[in-house]
């Protein structure tokens, strides 16, 4: 995925447009997230998850809306989905969102839930492995 930057609008916080989202700093939604912000910081900076918005002073300011995707992506992660592979997903999502083409979009979302499942079986049978080990070290 290309590293291309859309500059976004700063905002102070308290002073959002009447009907804005509310916003809220980094610390806060790595907090929400379990992410920490070194993360949160690199999907800025490789364009997965660009925040809504910044300060005056460039302190990144994020939505409930930016909060319910890097949930998502944080849900993608354990399943080994790439940065290229989370920011196509979240395209198809927002192409659901749009007038553009819903039949490709649902097609590229159906491949990753039948990824999704195929990694989530392999997990599930490495934990059963797991198990087993740690079985035979408590029987040794």
Same mark, same amino acid.
């Given at each position: 995925?290309?590293?291309?930057?859309?500059?976004?609008?700063?905002?102070?916080?308290?002073?959002?447009?009447?009907?804005?989202?509310? $916003? &809220?700093?980094?610390?806060?939604?790595?907090?929400? @997230?379990?992410?920490?912000?070194? $993360?949160?910081?690199? %999907?800025? #900076?490789?364009?997965?998850?660009?925040?809504?918005?910044? @300060?005056?002073?460039?302190?990144?300011? %994020? $939505?409930?809306?930016?909060? #319910?995707? +890097?949930? +998502?992506?944080?849900? &993608?992660?354990? +399943?080994?989905? $790439?940065? #290229?592979?989370?920011?196509?997903? +979240?395209?198809?999502?927002?192409?659901?969102?749009?007038?553009?083409?819903?039949?490709?979009?649902?097609?590229?979302?159906?491949? %990753?839930?039948?990824?999704?499942?195929?990694?989530? =079986?392999?997990?599930?049978?490495? *934990? =059963? &492995?797991?198990?087993?080990?740690?079985?035979? *070290?408590?029987?040794?």
């Amino acid at each position: 995925m290309a590293n291309t930057h859309v500059p976004q609008p700063r905002a102070r916080p308290g002073a959002e447009a009447p009907g804005a989202p509310a $916003t &809220m700093h980094i610390g806060v939604v790595a907090e929400r @997230t379990g992410m920490s912000l070194r $993360t949160l910081r690199h %999907y800025d #900076e490789v364009g997965l998850l660009t925040p809504s918005a910044r @300060t005056e002073g460039g302190f990144r300011l %994020y $939505t409930t809306a930016d909060v #319910e995707r +890097l949930l +998502l992506i944080r849900r &993608m992660k354990p +399943l080994g989905f $790439t940065l #290229e592979e989370m920011a196509d997903l +979240l395209d198809a999502a927002d192409v659901l969102q749009t007038d553009r083409d819903h039949d490709q979009a649902r097609d590229r979302l159906a491949a %990753y839930l039948r990824s999704a499942e195929e990694r989530r =079986d392999k997990l599930a049978r490495t *934990l =059963d &492995m797991a198990d087993e080990f740690i079985a035979l *070290l408590r029987a040794t």
